[in-house]
Nanobody, 116 residues
Framework: QVQLVESGGGLVQAGGSLRLSCAAS????????MGWFRQAPGKEREFVAI????????NYADSVKGRFTISRDNAKNTVYLQMNSLKPEDTAVYYC?????????WGQGTQVTVSS
């Protein structure tokens, strides 16, 4: 089992920045791809970014490319999402994810609200 806890969400004005954190516990996640997803009210959960834990290879949704940066700290078993130039359409609950052995693990989510 692995537990994921997100933090760092909040209310920010358009153009501002936030840094989300996702701390994993229960087992080391250094061998696994980790990702961030988000879900806005009335919409399906969507992919935001992923990172290959060891090689640091990253991939982003087109909507966040150039504005968001995913990174990781293996020693802390933690993944981050730096969000810059935030837009009102980035408003959503942001979830951390890791897939281990075909099972998806999710955190409880952290709310990000961007005012115009």
């Amino acid at each position: 089992q692995v537990q994921l806890v997100e933090s760092g969400g909040g209310l920010v004005q358009a153009g501002g920045s936030l840094r989300l954190s996702c701390a994993a516990s229960g087992r080391t996640v250094s061998n696994y791809v980790m990702g961030w997803f988000r879900q806005a009210p009335g919409k399906e959960r969507e992919f935001v970014a992923i990172i290959s834990w060891r090689a640091g290879i990253t991939n982003y949704a087109d909507s966040v490319k150039g504005r968001f940066t995913i990174s990781r700290d293996n020693a802390k078993n933690t993944v981050y999402l730096q969000m810059n130039s935030l837009k009102p359409e980035d408003t959503a609950v942001y979830y951390c994810n890791v897939r281990i052995g075909g099972d998806d693990y999710w955190g409880q989510g952290t709310q990000v609200t961007v005012s115009s």
